[in-house]
Nanobody
């Protein structure tokens, strides 16, 4: 059974940092594009950052460029999202997701192509 479990969320002050983890079980990351999405209250879910398996290339939404870093450890079947210089507008539930149709990620990601999702982890940025 495929399962993704996100962790690392929490509450942080503006300017702070968090590192999210997405641990996969029953699934190998080697061949699939992986993305982090987020959904803020009252807003649509958006792609934040993605990493390709084909060449390891990374992609970021403009709103997080220079602040967030995505990485993957295929041996540990884990994808990470390092978030620095957090802003109030980064507050959201963050989800990791896998695209079993593609090895190369795009930005923005096509959400319908992502067929495995974690349950989400809450990130709250508050003074």
């Amino acid at each position: 059974q495929v399962q993704f479990v996100e962790s690392g969320g929490g509450m942080v002050q503006p300017g702070g940092s968090l590192r999210l983890s997405c641990a996969a079980s029953g699934f190998t990351l080697d061949y699939y594009a992986m993305c982090w999405f987020r959904q803020a209250p009252g807003k649509e879910r958006q792609g934040v950052s993605c990493v390709s398996s084909s060449d390891g290339s990374t992609h970021y939404a403009d709103s997080v460029k220079g602040r967030f870093t995505i990485s993957r450890d295929n041996a540990k079947t884990t994808v990470y999202l390092q978030m620095n210089s957090l802003k109030l507008e980064d507050t959201a539930v963050y989800y990791c997701a896998a695209n079993t149709m593609r090895t190369r990620a795009t930005m923005p990601p096509l959400e319908y192509e992502y067929d495995y999702w974690g349950q989400g982890t809450q990130v709250t940025v508050s003074p």
